[in-house]
């Protein structure tokens, strides 16, 4: 029988050291989940610019951030990642300039326009929200995506949350799979032409669960 199991924090060690492979592997899959936008922010061909620096902001980070870091394997192979935030996580997250790429004046301003519509979250007191949830190509359809919203689910449970939500691009078909995890749509987001000029998308929906 085929397993599923987790590995959570994800390789944080005594001296504070994250293990590269986790890195580059998290990197990855975080420009998988937002390649349409890292695209619209600067070009295809920064793709794997993209990849460095996602990889990059995953180092030398506090012990906390580990602790809201998910890896499923499948078989023992990595095959899906996931992050939660809760109030007052801003500063573990915060961008830091090392990190960045070196993109041109225009690349630069479209990744910072881009990361400002991602990070710029208010959470809720006793709310976890869903950051960032991607599976590897290879092991889509074999139910590794609602693990990793169990995984947050559970750890939203054991620090009090009594809900838990994320933002999806109302075009992206994995709306589904959060309708049947029992996420209901609480409002929908556009603003015109910003969140495109933004983002790439044109509208994104606010989904929520209460946790009981």
Not at 9 to 34: H, M, N, Q, T
Request: net charge negative.
């Amino acid at each position: 029988m085929t397993s599923v199991t987790t590995q959570q924090p994800i390789a944080f060690d005594e001296k504070d050291a994250y293990k590269d492979d986790d890195c580059k592997f998290s990197g990855r899959l975080l420009v998988e989940a937002f390649e349409g936008k890292f695209v619209h922010a600067t070009s295809r061909g920064r793709i794997p610019d993209m990849r460095v620096y996602q990889a990059n902001t995953q180092r030398r980070r506090p012990p906390e951030f580990y602790k809201r870091e998910f890896i499923v394997e499948y078989n023992g192979e990595k095959a899906g990642v996931c992050g939660v935030r809760f109030l007052g996580d801003n500063d573990i997250y915060r961008e830091r300039d090392e990190d960045m790429p070196s993109l041109g004046c225009k690349g630069s301003c479209g990744l910072y326009c881009v990361l400002y519509a991602i990070e710029n979250e208010t959470i809720p007191p006793e709310t976890c929200h869903v950051d960032h949830i991607s599976v590897e190509a290879r092991f889509r359809g074999r139910g590794i995506g609602k693990s990793l919203l169990d995984i947050a689910e559970i750890d939203a449970k054991r620090r009090g949350c009594k809900a838990i939500y994320l933002w999806v691009a109302t075009s992206n078909r994995e709306q589904h799979l959060y309708e049947m995890q029992e996420y209901v749509i609480m409002e929908k987001y556009s603003l015109c032409g910003l969140v495109w000029c933004q983002t790439g998308e044109k509208e994104f929906a606010r989904m929520e669960k209460t946790l009981v």
